[in-house]
């Protein structure tokens, strides 16, 4: 099946740190990527994504790669910021579904303090 | 304006009651889901709907029943609300031709 891991938080850091969240999945057909972010209450918004091997997504200073041959699309910047606290969800969605429905990891809580 | 707005965005209820939350949406898709976040366990879902005629249960569609009274409106009703259906509640759309879905705000439900 579809699932997808996420390292368990939560995670502090002071400003100006470098930051990974690790993220692993597994999938029965050829996933794309997503890492979506979750402000203290707002709903969920689309931070990156990647759709095939090899691709870098990238959005604020936040990269991940998809890779393949690791199953894995960590979560990287190279200095965060206060307002970067929130919580971060890894996901894929299976491409060769028409449901489009996204499978989540449970969320990682980062909080930054200055 | 929001595209993807939720009514309530709180609320309190309790057990035994029915409540409906709902959803709407200026973005023109035609897909729509409901979640249930719960506290450590990330995002499941619930129901989805491809179109007004088009409606499927989730992973965890017990205790749940939705509407989809039109292409942009998307209800999820709890019959008989249950303590442990206290969660944060969110609904999605999405295009068929793309893959990125975009949610409410959600609604905090707590069932006493």
């Known amino acids: 099946g579809n699932s997808v891991t996420q390292m368990e938080g939560p995670v502090t850091l002071s400003e100006e740190a470098f930051l990974t969240i690790n993220c692993t999945y597994t999938?029965?057909?050829?996933?794309?990527l997503f890492w979506y972010v979750q402000y203290p209450g707002e709903g969920l918004q689309l931070l990156l994504k990647a759709t095939k091997a090899d691709d870098k997504g990238s959005n604020k200073g936040f990269e991940a790669t998809y890779r393949k041959e690791t199953t894995s699309f960590h979560l990287e910047k190279g200095s965060v910021q206060v307002s970067d606290s929130a919580v971060y969800f890894c996901?894929?969605?299976?491409?060769?579904?028409?449901?489009?429905?996204?499978?989540f990891g449970r969320g990682t809580q980062l909080t930054v303090w200055p | 304006d929001a595209d993807v707005t939720q009514t309530p965005r709180n609320r309190i209820t309790k057990t035994g009651k029915r409540i409906m939350l709902e959803c709407s949406q200026t973005k023109g898709h035609d897909r729509m889901y409901w979640y249930r976040q719960d506290p450590g366990l990330g995002l499941r879902l619930i129901y989805y709907s491809f179109d007004v005629k088009d409606i499927n249960k989730g992973e965890i569609s017990d205790g749940y029943s939705v509407s989809r009274q039109a292409q942009a409106k998307f209800s999820l009703s709890l019959e008989s609300a249950i303590p442990n259906q206290t969660a944060l509640y969110f609904c999605?759309?999405?295009?068929?031709?793309?893959?990125?879905?975009?949610f409410g705000p959600g609604t905090r439900l707590l069932v006493l």
């Open positions: 999605a759309t999405k295009s068929p031709t793309q893959e990125t879905q975009y």
């Open positions: 999938a029965t057909g050829y996933p794309s």
């Open positions: 996901a894929l969605t299976d491409r060769g579904s028409t449901l489009g429905r996204l499978y």
